[in-house]
């Protein structure tokens, strides 16, 4: 009898041994991205766009972009200039050069706004609950009923009237109405974003080991900043990812309205701005910056579908 | 029920208050609705002073509010900028059906609104029933062809698609559709308009008129619902009262058989009909489809707690 249990207890003690090293959620999530094909041909897609935007910067000065040349209008895309030049006769393959710079930006510095600001305002609401819960939740309801494009186009005048000298940036003279958008586009995108953390958090902080950490003391803040945030990264990063093209598709469509960065500074967005002059006897000047926005804001997708699989437990495939 | 919705609806005023206080104040901040009159020739500071004690724009903005809302005919105005109260207003208020005068039209926003919104209708409904149609067809055709080559080519388009901004979407169909065709002698769409300034206002003529806009406008909204579709189907196959039904309507289970076998026409339809009815109660209700049925619980709970601490 007791030479069965000291035998039992052995073989406990050897599977314990064998039993390997469970793998964290965060390596298992990144193998998972790596074997999603489609996530990482955005990957591929996203790094050949950067090496376009900052390695293109190396062989074409921004002056030369910024350059007008009006006995050269409108001139179809030939070896001189590979994707046509514009209205006063600006290189298209300089301006997307340079434009795809300040986009990439926009998108990037604007979601980081609206994701500190979601990821803050679902946290506290979740956490709280009760009258902030009610106050922040019915203002960030009241803003989803709001049309987005009149939001921008209303929060853009004032903005854009307080601004109107370029600033120097990484010794590049940027027009102040970049900040403007970067501002406007982060202050209206973090509300989506703040819904989800919020039930995200109203399931968590029902569960125990939040209520250990009430027991060992730890204060509210730290309990939201420790204990519960790294437990909802996975959906804020999928959202910031998919967020970066939202926020290069807005810019486009308020530039395109002629409500957005203003020249000399090249967007993709005010370049297609400026398309609007004839866009049916000059396609070539929509084309090349349509086409970068659709290939970037594609990719950024791809990368998160893969991120979104990578994290989600129910799918298998690639797992 | 019945309770339920009174107070659903009794929650919805103080989100209605709070939306149309939003709203007002940004209208505001977009600035001074006379500023065009400075550059007018024609018009002296004292007309444009004039012009905004007519539309009650020197008030605190409370009082605009509420002239706004429910009128000022029940108070005495200062009419004319003279700091003298004149006589009662003549607005009504947003709440008796008064929406007020529109500046750039000279007309009220009642008229302008009824010129404008017939032709909205036309465009969205039509778009809005072409992408239901086409987004369910083709979200439910590739959730069954599953990891397919039409599924992935589906895929595939669905993703470029819904990379694309609306109107490089436009331009793109314009330039093939109107302008190429155009060169190529074939017949071709016309790009702007109702109808055509030469021709009758027959129905056909905005029929032709409608396929640009509708077609643009459609296809992005259609590649991110079929998805949706595509995503919620594979979801509902796979959940137990489907499971113990498709035997009984498909021998094979949910297979391509399937839909072939006439036999089983009345009931596959059954079938689609149900899957149909999970994926438009998940659609319309996205607040809990976000919260309790999104994949992030579901990742929570199959981890069984936290993921990093």
Same mark, same amino acid.
């Given at each position: 009898?007791?030479?069965?249990?000291?035998?039992?207890?052995?073989?406990?003690?050897?599977?314990?041994?064998?039993?390997?090293?469970a793998?964290?959620?965060?390596?298992?999530a990144?193998?998972?991205?790596?074997?999603?094909?489609?996530?990482?041909?955005?990957?591929?897609?996203?790094?050949?766009?950067?090496l376009?935007?900052?390695?293109?910067?190396?062989?074409?000065s921004e002056?030369?972009?910024?350059?007008?040349?009006?006995?050269?209008r409108?001139?179809?895309?030939?070896?001189?200039?590979?994707?046509?030049?514009?209205?006063?006769?600006?290189?298209?393959l300089?301006?997307?050069?340079?434009?795809?710079?300040?986009?990439?930006a926009?998108?990037?510095?604007?979601?980081?706004?609206a994701?500190?600001?979601?990821?803050?305002?679902?946290?506290?609401?979740?956490?709280?609950?009760?009258?902030?819960?009610?106050?922040?939740?019915?203002? =960030?309801? !009241?803003?989803?009923? &709001?049309p987005? $494009?009149?939001?921008? /186009?209303? #929060?853009? *005048?004032?903005?854009?009237?307080?601004?109107?000298?370029?600033?120097?940036?990484?010794g590049?003279?940027?027009?102040?109405? =970049?900040? !403007?958008?970067?501002? &406007?586009?982060? $202050?209206?995108?973090? /509300?989506? #974003?703040? *819904?989800?953390?919020?039930?995200?958090?109203?399931?968590?902080?029902?569960?125990?080991?939040?209520?250990?950490?009430?027991?060992?003391? !730890?204060?509210?803040?730290?309990?939201?900043?420790?204990?519960? /945030?790294?437990?909802c990264l996975?959906?804020i990063?999928?959202?910031?990812?998919?967020?970066?093209?939202?926020?290069?598709?807005?810019?486009?469509?308020?530039?395109f309205?002629?409500?957005?960065?203003?020249p000399?500074?090249?967007?993709w967005?005010?370049?297609?701005?400026?398309a609007?002059?004839d866009?049916?006897?000059?396609p070539?000047?929509?084309?090349?910056?349509?086409?970068?926005?659709t290939?970037?804001v594609?990719?950024?997708?791809?990368?998160?579908d893969?991120?979104?699989?990578a994290f989600?437990?129910?799918?298998?495939?690639?797992? | 029920?019945?309770k339920?919705?009174?107070?659903?609806?009794?929650q919805?005023?103080?989100?209605?208050?709070?939306?149309?206080i939003?709203?007002?104040?940004l209208?505001?901040?977009?600035?001074?609705?006379f500023?065009?009159?400075?550059?007018d020739?024609?018009?002296?500071p004292?007309?444009?002073?004039?012009?905004?004690?007519k539309?009650?724009?020197?008030?605190?903005?409370p009082?605009?509010?509420?002239?706004?809302?429910?009128?000022?005919?029940?108070?005495?105005?200062?009419?004319?900028?003279?700091?003298?109260l004149?006589?009662?207003?003549d607005?009504?208020?947003?709440?008796?059906?008064?929406?007020?005068?529109?500046?750039?039209?000279?007309?009220?926003?009642?008229?302008v609104?009824?010129?404008?919104?017939?032709n909205?209708?036309?465009?969205?409904v039509t778009?809005?029933?072409?992408?239901?149609?086409?987004?369910?067809?083709?979200?439910?055709?590739?959730?069954?062809?599953k990891?397919?080559?039409?599924?992935?080519?589906?895929t595939?388009?669905?993703?470029?698609?819904?990379?694309?901004?609306?109107?490089?979407?436009?331009?793109?169909?314009?330039?093939?559709f109107?302008?190429?065709?155009k060169?190529?002698?074939l017949?071709?769409?016309?790009?702007?308009?109702?109808?055509?300034?030469?021709?009758?206002?027959?129905i056909?003529?905005?029929?032709?008129?409608?396929?640009?806009?509708?077609?643009?406008?459609?296809?992005?909204?259609?590649?991110?619902?079929?998805?949706?579709?595509?995503?919620?189907?594979?979801?509902?196959?796979?959940?137990?009262y489907i499971?113990?039904?498709?035997?009984?309507?498909?021998?094979?289970?949910?297979?391509?058989?399937?839909?072939?076998?006439?036999?089983?026409?009345?009931r596959w339809?059954?079938?689609?009909?149900?899957?149909?009815h999970s994926?438009?109660a998940?659609?319309?209700?996205?607040?809990?489809?976000?919260?309790?049925?999104?994949?992030?619980?579901?990742?929570?709970?199959?981890?069984?707690?936290?993921?990093?601490?």
């Open positions: 009898m007791a030479n069965a249990a000291a035998k039992q207890a052995q073989t406990v003690v050897t599977l314990g041994e064998r039993e390997p090293e793998e964290s959620l965060l390596k298992i990144v193998r998972r991205f790596f074997k999603h094909r489609m996530a990482v041909a955005g990957l591929v897609i996203m790094a050949a766009i950067l376009y935007t900052i390695g293109g910067a190396f062989f074409v002056e030369f972009a910024n350059d007008a040349d009006v006995t050269q409108f001139e179809a895309p030939s070896a001189a200039h590979p994707f046509g030049t514009d209205e006063v006769g600006r290189d298209l300089a301006r997307t050069i340079y434009g795809g710079q300040i986009s990439l926009i998108g990037l510095i604007s979601v980081t706004i994701i500190s600001i979601g990821t803050v305002v679902g946290l506290v609401s979740g956490y709280f609950g009760g009258l902030v819960d009610s106050i922040l939740m019915r203002f =960030v309801e !009241a803003m989803l009923a &709001i987005t $494009l009149i939001l921008l /186009l209303l #929060l853009q *005048r004032p903005l854009i009237e307080a601004s109107a000298t370029n600033i120097v940036i990484f590049r003279q940027i027009s102040v109405t =970049v900040v !403007a958008i970067i501002l &406007i586009i982060g $202050l209206t995108s973090w /509300l989506g #974003l703040s *819904r989800i953390v919020r039930s995200l958090v109203l399931t968590l902080k029902e569960q125990e080991f939040i209520t250990a950490a009430h027991m060992l003391g !730890a204060s509210n803040w730290r309990i939201i900043f420790v204990h519960i /945030l790294p437990n996975a959906p990063l999928v959202s910031a990812t998919l967020g970066i093209g939202g926020a290069i598709v807005v810019e486009t469509a308020l530039s309205l002629g409500f957005g960065v203003l000399p500074t090249a967007t967005g005010n370049i297609l701005q400026r609007r002059v866009p049916y006897e000059y070539w000047m929509w084309m090349a910056p349509g086409a970068l926005i290939l970037t594609l990719s950024i997708n791809f990368i998160g893969g991120l979104r699989d989600d437990p129910r799918s298998m495939k690639g797992g | 029920m019945g339920y919705i009174i107070q659903r609806i009794l919805a005023i103080p989100l209605l208050i709070i939306i149309s939003v709203v007002f104040s209208m505001k901040l977009a600035g001074d609705p500023a065009y009159l400075a550059q020739p024609r018009a002296t004292q007309d444009r002073a004039l012009m905004r004690a539309y009650g724009l020197d008030d605190p903005l009082v605009q509010y509420i002239t706004w809302l429910v009128g000022d005919d029940w108070r005495m105005r200062d009419k004319t900028g003279d700091g003298e004149d006589s009662y207003g607005r009504r208020g947003v709440l008796r059906g008064d929406l007020g005068e529109s500046i750039v039209y000279g007309r009220t926003v009642g008229e609104f009824s010129i404008r919104l017939p909205t209708l036309i465009l969205m778009q809005y029933v072409v992408t239901i149609f086409l987004a369910l067809f083709i979200g439910i055709f590739a959730a069954l062809r990891y397919t080559v039409a599924d992935n080519i589906i595939g388009i669905s993703f470029v698609l819904f990379s694309m901004p609306v109107f490089l979407l436009a331009l793109l169909l314009v330039q093939v109107a302008v190429q065709f060169h190529l002698g017949p071709y769409l016309p790009v702007s308009g109702m109808y055509d300034p030469r021709g009758d206002r027959s056909d003529e905005l029929v032709r008129h409608l396929i640009l806009p509708v077609a643009s406008l459609a296809a992005i909204s259609i590649a991110g619902y079929s998805r949706y579709i595509r995503a919620t189907m594979l979801e509902v196959i796979n959940s137990d499971r113990t039904r498709a035997p009984k309507a498909c021998p094979n289970g949910v297979s391509r058989s399937c839909t072939r076998s006439r036999t089983h026409r009345f339809s059954r079938w689609w009909r149900w899957t149909c994926c438009w998940a659609r319309s209700s996205p607040r809990r489809s976000s919260a309790g049925r999104g994949w992030a619980p579901r990742l929570l709970r199959r981890c069984g707690g936290p993921i990093c601490s």
